[in-house]
T-cell receptor
Framework: LAKTTQPISMDSYEGQEVNITCSHN???????ITWYQQFPSQGPRFIIQ???TKVTNEVASLFIPADRKSSTLSLPRVSLSDTAVYYC??????????????FGTGTKLQVIP | SAVISQKPSRDICQRGTSLTIQCQVD?????MFWYRQQPGQSLTLIAT?????????ESGFVIDKFPISRPNLTFSTLTVSNMSPEDSSIYLC???????????FGSGTQLSVL
């Protein structure tokens, strides 16, 4: 199982772009990189997923270098409501041959007014 | 996306008793997972529940303490048995969406053991 390393916490002012980097040196060829967001008293929520290069959706971008040993979640123009814990996961989900994913420590993002 | 309902959302229990947590999904899923999240900590996988077979437990978790049922493709229960204050945590049910390679989570059950 690929282990992930993220900063424990980050602070950002409202309106700024936030980049959270995750290291996963032992990522396997078939592993995807997935980011989840968790608010207090809620279960984690899927944000974005990628395999290589760049992925963008309506809430975030995910940058993955060619060696795939790290990834960066980019949140554009954060607001107070983006205050949450962000988890980086690597692994493969497959009904035919599920491989477990492991949650790391996560990054607690605090957005400041 | 899958919608997951967990019951109860929270409970306060006396030590030595047991609590059964229910997880209902709005679609049929092959794999269901139970996680524990201790206060201020990350998520730890307790077990994987596949319909029609015994649950598979992770290291540090045993069936006698956390029995799991998976009677059909939309429902599962986790029982926390003979509770102690150390069992005070959030317990989360999760399902995989193989089509989208991601997990969906319920809102969790906040358990406090006195």
């Amino acid at each position: 199982l690929a282990k992930t390393t993220q900063p424990i916490s980050m602070d950002s002012y409202e309106g700024q772009e936030v980049n959270i980097t995750c290291s996963h040196n032992n990522i396997a060829t078939n592993d995807y990189i997935t980011w989840y967001q968790q608010f207090p008293s809620q279960g984690p929520r899927f944000i974005i997923q990628g395999y290589k290069t760049k992925v963008t959706n309506e809430v975030a971008s995910l940058f993955i270098p060619a060696d795939r040993k790290s990834s960066t979640l980019s949140l554009p123009r954060v607001s107070l409501s983006d205050t949450a814990v962000y988890y980086c996961l690597v692994g493969v989900l497959n009904s035919g041959g599920y491989q477990k994913v492991t949650f790391g420590t996560g990054t607690k993002l605090q957005v400041i007014p | 996306s899958a919608v997951i309902s967990q019951k109860p959302s929270r409970d306060i229990c006396q030590r030595g008793t047991s609590l059964t947590i229910q997880c209902q999904v709005d679609s049929q899923v092959t794999m269901m997972f139970w996680y524990r999240q201790q206060p201020g900590q990350s998520l730890t996988l307790i077990a994987t529940a596949n319909q029609g077979s015994e649950a598979t437990y992770e290291s540090g978790f045993v069936i006698d303490k956390f029995p799991i049922s998976r009677p059909n493709l939309t429902f599962s229960t986790l029982t926390v048995s003979n509770m102690s204050p150390e069992d005070s945590s959030i317990y989360l049910c999760s399902v995989e969406d193989a089509a989208y390679e991601k997990l969906f989570f319920g809102s969790g059950t906040q358990l406090s053991v006195l």
